[in-house]
């Protein structure tokens, strides 16, 4: 169905090929999933079967692409519309009208169907993807997950032979991956749909896949091969898979039901070693940077005028006590209460719009409880100068970009420096310490995302809060990238800062987190240590933790180091 | 057992809720709310403009949605009220040719060179001077604000669909330019959130200085990546049309909006009056043949049209009275619509145009009734 025929793809100044030596076929009514680490030319590749690369995004293709017999060469991007359907990372981004129905209907329009056909389809794909209720709703208005099918129903209307889909899974919690993905089933099972996918999350996805290729580093040719073949040599591969080679199980199990099966055996010999705990929180040994001296007279007197914070319990950094957030008539957060002690790892979980990053905003003094209290470090965080607060809590927002204004990171760590009144140098040595060889001279924008998060990292922890707060901090994340924010986040809690990661990927909290705090709906429905609140969850255990269930092993580190 | 048949009957004429099958016509709204502006436009009676603006508020009140141009109503009233405002302050500024003898106050004059003579810039005030300015102002503003009725309640997309199809992929640019506002001031919001996330003050002139090129940024990121989007969805994807058929097109539609343009220009000047006419009506034909044209060129089709059904049709015709009855006025009892300023009298109702104007109320009658909005709004996401 797609063809490459030795291609190569060099972006105008770009020193070498970001894609080099791709040849292979990928067969029709396939689900074949793209996997590597970042910045190998994953998307590059996706870009090169809709035609977007080169004809959108400038650059020279060498050799040839073919889909459905037509070559991208003499074929421009909105000539393959009906052949190739496809969605990029941000379904924002893919939308031209503003609601539902016109939505699905739009690609059809453009290719001039019958209004008869369209009203069929519209009909079918709305059923097909479980979106009849929402047909008249604004796209403005849909939640993460119906975002996503939108964009994948907007794409199949016109009835494409191919989807090309860039880590469709990625924003999502749990539960809407896994409405995406039985999509996608369901298309390569019924329709015969030959489905192109490239995705981080390969614990989502890699048991659907059909075939894998994997693009194993920058300028290298792609490996294609079962997902058990490529998942035996793959850098990176999903916890199961971690296991699996542990074990020196064979063939690979790619899902938890195959890896279970096999697990008798580990289970017994894990059966009588004790799971190792997570690391009792420390005694603090951070305290907060000195307030600046100038002016110190001033910042004594708004201390002092502002409402006595509630008593939190001796030596915890944070508390928050029967908080409510409404935002017009919604209730954003129900009498939500939290006691954060230092050196304390807390995961903050639950469904997009579950109130997540609303509780995160009211640490962060972005949102003026509408009842209750929130205090951190005895403070009040919405009545609190900015310039103070930073000292005592900071927060890397989801998309850290929105952080970084300068032209250089040189620039960006003086700025940071300026603003907590560090002594010059502590903001760049902290990016050093973080993740080394970012340059100087460098922009924020062209830094890969796991450098852009260890920059914004570093600015936050310029101010040495005691709490310090991350939302969704491993979107677009590799699994490299992720298990260096492991190893500096568990060295920042060693050091007795308290963190709270509100996130949707439950390998993460399972590696980091001491304590999971489960949300729905705005009310707190689960708070406890890690290992007791996910195993029992079908929705939050880690991969790990369903296979060696009951036993409450969460990590493949843990189990290596009991074997 | 007869209330139940009286209760069904009623039913059977209240309005329906709306949905896609009996929207009313987006171009239904702006007729009626130009048939509104026309009559503001012919009258100068404060009582009568009031009139207009409180029918036009009633029925966006009664009918809008809740969707993001729905609140633009709000907006055209206080650029309304603004345009007031100015118009009395220039009067009271510069003054005004209107012969007054009631004295309010004198302002100090500045002198003016010789070669400024017959501008005035302060000197006295008379009551008759700010009644007339009012009452302009009110004019205009009234206009402003019956187009503002028609942009809440008209959906913009949906309008642009309906034009001819050689100028529909410009109408899909305009749309998607429209979105570029609301998604701007969503960035301003995130970053400034993310100054004081770094302990910055998020006010004053050196905070719009740093966040305004990353806003920039990201809107221009994300219309290249609709763009890129539109493309792979088959925008702009075009049928073989024969060489001369195209240069026809051209030629029709330039020249037709040449004639168009001169036409409208004998009609305004005195002198034309003449050729206008026939140069407006041929102009037009030759347009409307070259979009025809054009339109063999795209090979689009469109998804469920907007019907203009019985309820559109009721909706403009209603728009199309008050302006004809309103002219109408005009021309038997032209006093009532322009209340005398020299010399200076209180204005009244007059009762014929006023129930004219209340027959604009119609669409809040007839139109359906949008549904209710939905409770859900993930919105939460943004603050952080």
């Not at chain 1, 990928?26 to 090169?48: D, F, I, Q, W």
């Not at chain 2, 141009?69 to 907006?75: E, K, N, P, T």
Request: charged content about 20%; overall charge neutral; some cysteine.
């Amino acid at each position: 169905m797609i063809r490459f025929d030795a291609v190569s793809v060099t972006y105008d100044e770009a020193a070498r090929p970001a894609l080099q030596g791709v040849d292979l076929t990928v067969p029709e009514g396939e689900l074949v999933l793209l996997v590597g680490p970042s910045g190998v030319g994953k998307s590059t590749l996706l870009g090169t079967v809709s035609g977007l690369v080169p004809h959108f995004t400038g650059g020279t293709l060498r050799g040839r692409v073919t889909v459905a017999g037509r070559d991208t060469r003499t074929h421009r991007p909105r000539e393959l519309a009906d052949v190739v359907g496809t969605v990029g990372q941000d379904p924002l981004a893919h939308f031209v009208t503003d609601t539902v129905e016109d939505e699905l209907a739009y690609g059809m329009e453009s290719l001039g169907l019958a209004p008869a056909v369209m009203r069929r389809r519209v009909e079918e794909t709305l059923d097909l993807l479980g979106l009849a209720e929402l047909r008249e709703r604004p796209i403005a208005t849909l939640s993460g997950g119906q975002r996503q099918r939108v964009a994948i129903g907007s794409v199949l209307t016109p009835h494409p032979k191919v989807l090309v889909l860039d880590e469709p899974t990625s924003a999502l919690d749990p539960a809407a991956a896994e409405e995406v993905l039985a999509v996608l089933q369901r298309l390569v099972h019924d329709l015969g749909t030959t489905v192109l996918m490239a995705e981080h999350r390969l614990e989502r996805v890699v048991q659907y896949a059909d075939q894998v290729i994997l693009l194993p580093g920058p300028g290298q040719a792609p490996v294609l091969g079962t997902p058990a073949e490529v998942m035996a040599v793959s850098p990176v591969h999903p916890p199961v898979v971690a296991l699996g080679r542990l074990a020196g199980w064979e063939p690979l199990p790619l899902s938890v039901r195959d890896a279970r099966r096999r697990a008798a055996a580990l289970r017994e010999r894990l059966a009588d070693v004790p799971v190792p705990q997570p690391t009792a929180a420390p005694e603090p040994v951070l305290a907060p940077a000195p307030a600046p001296t100038p002016g110190g007279r001033k910042g004594w007197f708004r201390r002092s005028s502002a409402p006595a914070a509630v008593p939190a319990p001796p030596g915890a950094t944070a508390a928050v006590d029967r908080l409510t957030v409404r935002r017009g008539r919604i209730t954003a957060l129900h009498e939500v209460g939290l006691t954060l002690a230092p050196g304390e790892t807390v995961a903050l979980m639950g469904r997009n719009g579950a109130g997540k990053s609303t509780l995160l905003s009211a640490l962060v003094g972005l949102l003026e409880p509408t009842s209750g209290t929130v205090s951190v470090g005895g403070l009040t965080p919405y009545r609190t100068a900015p310039a103070e607060l930073i000292r005592r809590v900071g927060l890397v927002p989801q998309e850290p970009r929105d952080l970084l204004y300068a032209d250089t990171v040189a620039a960006e760590c003086e700025a940071a420096d300026a603003d907590a009144n560090a002594p010059a140098g502590t903001c760049r040595a902290l990016v050093d310490e973080l993740l080394p060889g970012v340059p100087d001279t460098a922009h924020p924008r062209d830094l890969s995302e796991g450098q852009r998060l260890a920059l914004a990292l570093a600015l936050v922890l310029t101010g040495r809060p005691p709490l310090l707060l991350l939302d969704e901090p491993t979107r677009g994340l590799d699994y490299a990238a992720k298990a260096r924010l492991v190893t500096v986040l568990q060295g920042l809690a060693a050091k007795g800062h308290t963190i709270v990661l509100a996130t949707h990927d439950v390998e993460l909290a399972a590696e980091l987190a001491h304590r999971v705090v489960i949300l729905a709906d705005g009310e707190t429905v689960a708070d406890g240590p890690t290992a007791e609140v996910v195993v029992s969850s079908p929705a939050f255990a880690p991969q790990i933790a369903k296979i060696l269930a009951p036993q409450h092993w969460l990590t493949v580190t843990q189990v290596r180091e009991a074997l | 057992m007869s209330s139940g048949a009286a209760t069904a009957r009623w039913g059977r004429w209240r309005a329906p809720e709306a949905d896609r099958r009996n929207a009313v016509h987006p171009g239904a709204w702006w007729l009626w709310a130009l048939g509104l502006a026309v009559a503001a436009s012919r009258t100068t009676n404060p009582l009568l403009l009031a009139l207009v603006v409180a029918v036009s508020g009633y029925v966006v009140s009664a009918r809008r949605t809740d969707a993001p141009w729905a609140r633009s109503y709000l907006a055209f009233v206080k650029l309304g009220l603004l345009v007031i405002a100015v118009r009395v302050l220039f009067s009271t500024l510069l003054g005004s040719p209107i012969p007054g003898s009631h004295l309010l106050l004198t302002l100090p004059e500045v002198p003016l060179p010789q070669w400024a003579q017959g501008i005035r810039i302060g000197g006295p005030v008379t009551a008759e001077q700010l009644v007339f300015a009012l009452y302009d102002g009110a004019k205009l503003a009234a206009l402003l604000i019956c187009v503002g009725a028609a942009n809440a309640l008209a959906n913009p997309a949906r309008l642009l669909k309906c034009l001819p199809g050689a100028l529909y992929e410009v109408g899909v640019a305009v749309v998607v330019a429209m979105t570029f506002a609301p998604n701007m001031v969503a960035d301003v919001a995130r970053l400034r959130t993310a100054r004081r996330l770094r302990g910055r003050p998020t006010g004053g002139i050196k905070a719009i200085a740093q966040i305004g090129l990353p806003v920039l940024e990201g809107a221009l990121e994300r219309s290249v990546a609709v763009a890129a989007s539109m493309d792979a969805r088959g925008y702009g994807r075009s049928a073989d049309v024969p060489r001369a058929v195209r240069r026809t097109t051209t030629v029709c539609t330039l020249g037709g909006l040449l004639g168009v343009c001169a036409g409208s220009y004998g009609l305004l000047a005195a002198e034309g009056a003449g050729y206008g006419l026939p140069l407006l009506a041929a102009g037009l034909a030759a347009a409307v043949a070259g979009l025809r044209l054009g339109g063999r060129r795209s090979l689009r089709t469109r998804y469920r049209p907007d019907l203009f059904g019985a309820r559109s049709w009721l909706v403009a015709g209603s728009g199309a009275a008050v302006a004809a009855l309103m002219i109408w006025a005009g021309s038997v009892n032209p006093e009532a619509l322009h209340p005398s300023v020299v010399p200076l009298v209180a204005p009244v109702l007059p009762l014929w145009p006023a129930l004219a104007v209340a027959v604009g109320l119609l669409p809040a009658f007839v139109a359906p009734v949008p549904a209710l909005a939905p409770a859900v709004t993930p919105v939460l996401k943004e603050s952080s």
